[in-house]
T-cell receptor, first 111, second 111 residues
Framework: GIQVEQSPPDLILQEGANSTLRCNFS?????LQWFHQNPWGQLINLFY???GTKQNGRLSATTVATERYSLLYISSSQTTDSGVYFC?????????????FGAGTRLAVHP | DAGVTQSPTHLIKTRGQQVTLRCSPK?????VSWYQQALGQGPQFIFQ???????QRGNFPDRFSGHQFPNYSSELNVNALLLGDSALYLC??????????FGSGTRLTVV
């Protein structure tokens, strides 16, 4: 099955700093999503981005499907950005899609 | 527009008991997937339901079973609970070829 690797595993930032999170995947995919998991366990969808570039406020993401990686950029980080960021990819199997998650990047933003 | 709703939010069960978790998908979504997330790990795919049938299954024993109803809602059943079944159980809904939306999860503790 598809393997998903995220880096770095842990990241500590001062408020206001910028960061880049990376997601590598081992096979062609037709779905890639970035999620933020808050301390209560809720997975918040940040981007649905199987290819291309998207931006939403201080966050942006780029997926280069041909090279099998995706990047999540966080600019001017805030303490509320703390939590775990997951990359999840999906590929069709028998006509049905399922998401495979990476191990996550744990981000702590200090004031 | 209601998102994915799960119930209950928390549950404590004794080893050997059976448990049923419930999920209502986001309006307009027809596919429901279940994930298990152990502490400090990424979500692991359990199975996916579409048109009231299990379409894909992850590496979970037969003690884990599910059902999808005509209104697309779903249940996850776990029999003969083990201490290792303690985890956050996440439900996600989707349409084919679209992104997934996750519920807030059910935190199951087996004692």
């Amino acid at each position: 099955g598809i393997q998903v690797e995220q880096s770095p595993p842990d990241l500590i930032l001062q408020e206001g700093a910028n960061s880049t999170l990376r997601c590598n995947f081992s096979d062609s995919v037709n779905n890639l999503q970035w999620f933020h998991q808050n301390p209560w366990g809720q997975l918040i969808n940040l981007f649905y981005i199987p290819s291309g570039t998207k931006q939403n406020g201080r966050l942006s993401a780029t997926t280069v499907a041909t090279e099998r990686y995706s990047l999540l950029y966080i600019s001017s980080s805030q303490t509320t950005d703390s939590g775990v960021y997951f990359c999840a990819v999906g590929g069709f199997s028998g006509g049905y899609n399922k998401l495979i998650f990476g191990a996550g990047t744990r981000l702590a933003v200090h004031p | 527009d209601a998102g994915v709703t799960q119930s209950p939010t928390h549950l404590i069960k004794t080893r050997g008991q059976q448990v049923t978790l419930r999920c209502s998908p986001k309006s307009g979504h027809d596919t429901v997937s279940w994930y298990q997330q152990a502490l400090g790990q990424g979500p692991q795919f359990i199975f996916q339901y579409y048109e009231e049938e299990e379409r894909q299954r992850g590496n979970f024993p037969d003690r884990f079973s599910g059902h999808q109803f005509p209104n697309y809602s779903s249940e996850l059943n776990v029999n003969a609970l083990l201490l290792g079944d303690s985890a956050l159980y996440l439900c996600a809904s989707s349409l084919k070829r679209s992104g997934y939306t996750f519920g807030s999860g059910t935190r199951l503790t087996v004692v």
